[in-house]
């Protein structure tokens, strides 16, 4: 073997390795497989050129990187090619870049068939829009178990024969906003969408979908939906459903064949902000409640809307071609339509008679089933076997010259409302072949009443009460055998009254009847002057109250009954309403409403200080200069949820008291009112002084005024939390909800949504509330809550404090709509994060420490896992030594007799060998304590219930 070593070789081979690796380490940036479809992607577009890639480039992630590619440790994770005006297929296994989080390629014209995206599992933001894909493949939604943003719209997808959305679509669980308006989609709309916790927008306009809108919609917090103009079929079915989902703001249901009425509870959408229903067929009376919403479009033109118009509060409204009984809104209609209408209303409606029943003259036009005499006045209701269901509406008492009524021969149930005995003109009632109830009222002399194939009336007569049957009802000849049914204002029963009194003043004697006629005027006098004291109203402060007669009372449940129910239902036990009785009155707290009218002038418009899902809220002023805050909740909008925060609040307001807390100050339960009385907070809301400051001539929040802000709220959580004597879960934790005094020192306010927290590190499950932007994500899709979910809204707040934008705007770019998202991906790093500051603040060096500390601490609050976010505690211990430190104040007034730089001991003799300088012969007029010789011992302790 040849043993000569050339070092020139070694030189050579040295190079060669090095070279090597150099190129290796260039080619080798991007993953290969990510660069070859890459590569196809290029290949497959007929004007490749406007992607200003470089020809012969075979590194992608660069550097330089390719334009609109996007990369991560040498994967594709982005592709954004938005307008570009691109031509051509993309290739069909693009799902192997399976590092891809964020894909836009709409305003294009991509063609072909789009490929699958199946087992793209990182992928968080599709945007797909305005091309002209021809196909979508069945298993395209496969595995997206992270995506967030779907956009499709404007794709000729099967256009001949349409595609069905897959129920693998409801394995995204993360899923905010499916947007896929003129996708060609047909059949009904997938029950699915109402049971993904996250999405917030569903817009499925222009189609082919039918049937109705699924049931699990009910409750759903979705924001935006669009079902508006389909083609084919339509949706049909009642819109009922979308009054149970009180965080729309923006419902697009027009150009289909919705029917039945608008849901009274309309008005618990109190974020609504658009609402259009035109070109549908929709029927009856306007709800008072849509009518008052201050929404900015509300379309309800070409349906059957009835009755008057209201004089609606919208900013912009249509309402033409509808079957209203008035031109002129405010004007109404006359009695015989308006009880005809509500007789319709109690029948559901049928199209055929909401179709016919238009104007204002039910003899006039065709009014289908109406007869009338020759005064124009309704004698005939004739509508036999029209398949009506529903109840007798008692509104027919209000047709005096009715002579028949015909309604056999359909579905309807319930009971014959009694007060249509008062009909004095009424000669036939039909009612045969429906399912009233007993029991049957008795009717007056020649009143033919045809009532057989009521399988509950036959047999079920009461004693005394006519056979239903063909026949003709005789006088009733014994009153007491009617069953009570007699109205109590006939003549027979007045009647019967006045002779049970004669007999009661015959049987007892005169003297008697003295005293009782005594204690009968005692009686109206006392009430009398009841009502001049509840009439006058002449109270100047909330600490007093009106008379009691004159007020309807809530109980304020104790602790105790609020961990038994664990959900603030404190009013009347079960029944989940307040009660119309007296019941025992909690305190001071009960406030007359005659007070509260006048001290915000009857609600003035121009007290009002904002409104909310509450209802609104006002200023007051009592003549002493004390100024109040009024929450009342609309009359409209009352329904069991309203009533439930109603009580919560109180409840909890009543039980736990800080200073970062708003103060209760009473409360009024009064008919339809229901008011909250709080302390007044001069500066309002945090969010006005973010987000509005500048509209509203505000200064902006210093860093200082931020940083004490922050720790205020934080405190009053952590009291919420840990301190109080029971533990509870804020769960509507917002900047809103955030209330500032004069000195700019915030208090936590809105206690509607507050929950019993369980014990140590259990959760509770409940209905999905809050605030969307600041929901925990485990709240928002297992609907269990712990008091960290108020810990991930209190770091969301943290983040608007440092940034100026609010938690969620569906008007900035996709990447930073959503505030917790966007700023996580920016605050690990400084450049990033500095960048992101409110421009306001004009950070300096010298509060970029308190920046980065306050930043990662909003990190932590909003981390995925509860378990990895701090407790309240936690977070008032970072915050307390951002505000300033304590510093000993220099002596300079000290007492020259009283050495205190001297060892305790000596202090302590000194002190005892001090001769008295105070009169010690008896405690003085000021004083109830003595002086003690000496003292016995020292136990110093330092303690507060309320430390922070």
């Known amino acids: 073997m040849n043993m000569d070593f050339d070092p020139r070789k070694l030189v050579f081979i040295v190079n060669v390795v090095v070279v090597s690796c150099i190129l290796g380490t260039v080619s080798g940036v991007t993953n290969q497989n990510d660069f070859k479809i890459l590569n196809n992607f290029r290949n497959g577009l007929k004007n490749s050129q406007l992607l200003k890639w470089p020809e012969g480039g075979n590194d992608p992630c660069g550097p330089p990187a390719w334009p609109h590619v996007f990369c991560q440790n040498g994967r594709v994770t982005q592709i954004q090619v938005k307008g570009l005006g691109l031509q051509g297929p993309l ?35 599709v945007y797909l829009d305005d091309n002209q894909f021809d196909t979508i493949p069945a298993d395209f939604f496969d595995g997206l178990s992270n995506v967030q943003v779907l956009a499709l719209d404007n794709n000729p997808f099967n256009q001949s024969n349409g595609w069905s959305i897959p129920s693998e679509l409801a394995e995204s669980s993360q ?45 759903s917090m979705l924001q935006v939906l669009w079902l508006n103009n389909q083609d084919g079929g339509r949706m049909t079915g009642s819109i009922n459903v979308i009054g149970s989902m009180v965080g729309l703001t923006q419902v697009w249901l027009h150009g289909n064949q919705f029917t039945g009425p608008i849901p009274d509870n309309i008005g618990d959408l109190t974020s609504l902000r658009e609402l259009k229903l035109g070109r549908n067929q929709l029927v009856g009376m306007i709800p008072p409640s849509l009518a008052n919403m201050n929404i900015q479009l509300l379309d309800l033109s070409n349906n059957m ?169 005789p006088p009733s000849s014994n009153p007491e055998s009617s069953n009570n049914s007699s109205p109590p204002w006939s003549k027979s029963q007045n009647s019967k009254h006045f002779r049970l009194l ?40 909330p600490k007093y109250s009106s008379d009691p007669s004159n007020r309807l009372k809530i109980s304020v449940a104790d602790n105790s009954s609020l961990e038994a129910q664990n959900g603030m239902n404190t009013a009347s036990g079960t029944s989940g309403r307040l009660e119309d009785s007296n019941v025992l009155e909690a305190g001071n707290l009960v406030i007359s409403v005659q ?10 418009q121009e007290n009002e200080l904002g409104r909310g899902g509450f209802g609104s809220v006002y200023k007051g002023e009592f003549e002493d200069g004390t100024k109040i805050a009024v929450k009342r909740m609309q009359a409209g909008i009352i329904s069991n949820k309203v009533l439930d925060e109603f009580r919560s609040e109180i409840a909890v307001l009543s039980s736990v008291r800080h200073r970062h807390l708003v103060s209760l100050l009473g409360y009024s339960v009064e008919e339809n009112e229901r008011l909250l009385v709080y ?100 709240y928002a899709v297992t609907g269990k809550i712990t008091t960290k ?62 920046i980065y500390i306050i930043a990662e601490l909003a990190g932590h609050c909003t981390a995925r896992d509860p378990n990895h976010r701090p407790d309240m505690g936690h977070v008032v211990n970072v915050l307390a030594p951002l505000i300033g430190k304590w510093k ?42 003595s002086i003690p010789s000496k003292p016995s011992g020292f136990a110093d302790s330092f303690t507060s219930s309320d430390a922070r």
């Open 91 to 125: 290739p069909q296994n693009f799902n192997q870049l399976d590092k891809l989080q964020n894909l836009g390629l709409q305003n294009n014209k991509f063609n072909g068939d789009l490929p699958t995206f199946s087992g793209l599992s990182n992928l968080q933001f």
């Open 175 to 219: 899923l905010v906003n499916f947007s896929c308006s003129s996708c060609n989609i047909v059949g009904p709309v997938p029950d699915f969408f109402g049971k993904l916790s996250s999405l917030t927008m569903l817009r499925l306009s222009y189609n082919r979908l039918s049937g109705a809108i699924p049931q699990t919609f009910q409750g």
């Open 305 to 473: 809307f009835m009755g008057p118009i209201p004089k609606f509060k919208a900013a912009n409204v249509s309402y033409q071609s509808n079957s209203f009984c008035q031109s002129d809104p405010g004007d109404q209609c006359a009695p015989e339509v308006s009880a005809l209408l509500d007789f319709l209303h109690d029948v559901n409606y049928p199209g055929k008679l909401a179709s016919q029943w238009t104007g204002n003259d039910p003899c006039k036009g065709p009014w289908w089933g109406i007869t009338c005499n020759p005064t124009n006045q309704v004698s005939i209701i004739n509508l036999p076997k029209l398949g009506l269901n529903g109840t007798l509406s008692p509104s027919l008492v209000s047709l005096p010259s009715l002579l028949e009524l015909n309604l056999g021969g359909n579905n309807l149930h319930g009971i014959i409302p009694v007060n249509l005995t008062l009909l004095r003109s009424l000669r036939l009632l039909d009612i045969s072949g429906n399912n009233f109830e007993p029991p049957l009222p008795r009717f007056g002399n020649g009143v033919k009443i045809i009532a057989n194939g009521n399988p509950k009336l036959t047999g079920n007569s009461p004693k005394g009460s006519p056979t239903p049957s063909d026949s003709t009802v």
């Open 502 to 541: 004669v007999t009661v003043v015959t049987a007892v004697g005169a003297t008697v009847f003295t005293f009782l006629a005594l204690l009968l005027a005692v009686y109206c006098l006392r009430k009398r002057e009841e009502k001049k004291r509840a009439a006058d109203g002449s109270l100047k402060h």
């Open 595 to 604: 007070v509260l009218r006048k001290v915000t002038n009857n609600f003035a």
């Open 679 to 778: 302390e007044y907070m001069p500066q309002g809301a945090l969010s006005r002084h973010l987000f509005r400051w500048k509209s509203l001539n505000l200064e902006p929040l210093s860093w200082t005024r931020r940083l004490i802000i922050a720790l205020d709220v934080a405190r009053g959580v952590e009291y919420l939390h840990t301190l109080a004597r029971q533990s509870f879960i804020h769960r509507d934790l917002k900047s809103s909800n955030i209330l500032l005094d004069d000195d700019f020192r915030a208090k936590v306010a809105d206690f509607g949504l507050v929950k019993l927290a369980p014990d140590k590190e259990k959760s509770l499950a409940t209905r999905l509330a809050g605030t969307f932007g600041y929901l925990a994500p485990e």
């Open 789 to 850: 979910v108020d810990v991930f809204s209190f770091g969301v707040v943290l983040m608007e404090l440092l940034t100026g934008l609010v938690a969620l705007d569906e008007q900035r770019p996709e990447e930073s709509r959503y505030l917790a998202e966007w700023f996580w991906q920016r605050k690990s790093d400084k450049e990033s994060l500095l960048a992101s500051i409110d421009s306001t603040i004009d950070a300096k060096e010298d509060i970029y420490e308190s």
């Open 888 to 929: 000993p104040v220099e002596e300079t007034d000290q007492d020259s007799s009283f050495d205190i730089t001297l060892p305790l001991p000596q202090m302590l003799k000194g002190w005892q060998e001090e001769p008295a300088t105070q009169d010690l012969s008896g405690p003085s007029q000021d004083s109830k304590e």
